[in-house]
């Protein structure tokens, strides 16, 4: 007789060829007699990742592949994953081998009673340990990060970073529309995002060390809880992702500044009276195209840090490419930006006005073209 699906896990998954195998031998050993699938949500990895889940999927159809093309992230793979079972229970879970299977089982009789709306693994919680994990640095900012997020969100979790747990899927669907799908923070923005208080089952977890490959989120834990935080007060009036762009813009602005000063005032000497430079015009459009050249430079590695950190351009050649493409595409900004400036100038408007109205210009046209073209796959 076929068993009805009860449970689908979803594994996010980026250069993690190597630990699919095992994997689902772990999945097989703990889960066994309950119906369940994997779907592993790839985004195209370069170490074929995803033709290992196909190949693993040839003989066991419980396995199944999404391989995205062009796109970047763990929040918006484990939702697109969630959104792809007809299972009515839904996981998400680590493929590094980081969270143990051994956890589903309890996880699935919480849900499958009716008295939890979520199930999840804490680092943090009694009897929980990373020792294993062997990063007592990811441990404090994890911490840290924590707590602010309980804060913020409001639920009392000991881990709401937790990239592990377990949910009807209905709850998800409801509300997937909602989700930001930015950076790693899958679990507390399902806790920020749906209405009703969830009531929780927290099952402590031993993180263990990464089997094979590397992690993909180093640095970028702390900084989740600022986007949480964003997210929480503001992320539906100004989508988060631009939010962080134009942040990253302001302080770009300030460095354009402090390069033209640097330049007309400190190298040549020029004097800054009634609001205008000394001066001629040529001098101070190429200073102005000095200043606004390094502002570019310093707004890729920003962007690329925080903006886009879950899709971050890593290595010396993705990272050439990544910024040729962003000065491409912010050419024609500049252009704007100091063409904007010039023309502002002639009509004799307060110089720092000129120098803003064009880096307001460029910034938007930027924003719009290296989303899709510097950091859109
Ligand atoms: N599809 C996809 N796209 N998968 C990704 C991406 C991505 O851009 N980035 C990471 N993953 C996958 C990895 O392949 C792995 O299976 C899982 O997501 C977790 O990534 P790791 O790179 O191993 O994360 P970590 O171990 O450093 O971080 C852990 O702690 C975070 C909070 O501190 C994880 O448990 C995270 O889920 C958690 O948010
Ligand atoms: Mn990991």
């Not at 095992?22 to 999945?27: C, E, I, N, Y």
């Not at 143990?100 to 680092?123: F, T």
């Not at 009897?127 to 994990?133: K, L, N, P, Y």
Request: aromatic residues 10%.
């Amino acid at each position: 007789m076929v068993q009805t699906l009860q449970l689908a896990i979803v594994m996010p998954t980026l250069n993690e060829r190597g630990n699919l195998r095992p994997l689902v031998a772990r999945l097989d050993a703990a889960l066994a007699g309950i119906a369940w699938e994997a779907i592993f949500v790839d985004d195209n990895s370069r170490d074929g990742t995803a033709d290992e889940a196909r190949a693993i999927a040839l003989e066991d159809p419980r396995i199944r592949c999404i391989q995205r093309i062009g796109r970047r992230g763990l929040a918006s793979a484990a939702i697109e994953g969630m959104c792809a079972t007809a299972a009515p229970i839904v996981a998400v879970m680590d493929a590094d081998h980081q969270h143990d299977p051994k956890l589903l089982p309890g996880m699935l009789a919480a849900i499958e009673s009716g008295e939890y709306d979520l199930a999840y693994a804490s680092r943090f919680a009694e009897g929980a340990s990373t020792e294993a994990w062997g990063r007592p640095d990811r441990v404090k900012a994890s911490g840290f990060a924590n707590s602010i997020a309980r804060k913020v969100t409001g639920v009392d979790l000991s881990d709401p970073m937790s990239g592990y747990f377990m949910l009807p899927t209905a709850t998800l669907r409801c509300d997937a529309h909602r989700l930001s799908g930015v950076g790693f923070k899958i679990l507390l923005d399902i806790l920020a995002t749906v209405d009703a208080p969830m009531r929780v089952k927290e099952f402590p977890l031993d993180f263990a060390a990464r089997a094979d490959g590397e992690s993909k989120l180093d640095r970028t834990v702390v900084f989740e809880f600022l986007i949480g935080l964003y997210d929480k007060w503001l992320g539906r009036i100004i989508p988060t992702r631009f939010a962080l762009f134009g942040t990253v813009g302001a302080l770009g602005v300030a460095v354009q500044f402090a390069m033209l000063w640097l330049v007309l005032s400190v190298f040549l000497g020029e004097r800054f009276v009634y609001g205008h430079w000394s001066s001629d015009e040529t001098t101070f459009n190429i200073a102005n195209t000095i200043a606004a050249l390094i502002a570019m430079t310093f707004n890729f590695v920003l962007n690329n840090e925080l903006t886009y950190a879950d899709k971050r351009l890593r290595g010396v050649w993705p990272l050439c490419k990544g910024w040729a493409q962003f000065a491409l595409t912010c050419s024609l900004g500049l252009l704007t930006n100091i063409g904007a400036t010039a023309a502002l100038k002639r009509m004799h408007i307060h110089d720092v006005i000129a120098v803003l109205v064009g880096i307001v210009l460029a910034s938007v046209w930027n924003f719009a073209l290296s989303s899709k073209f510097v950091w859109g796959k």
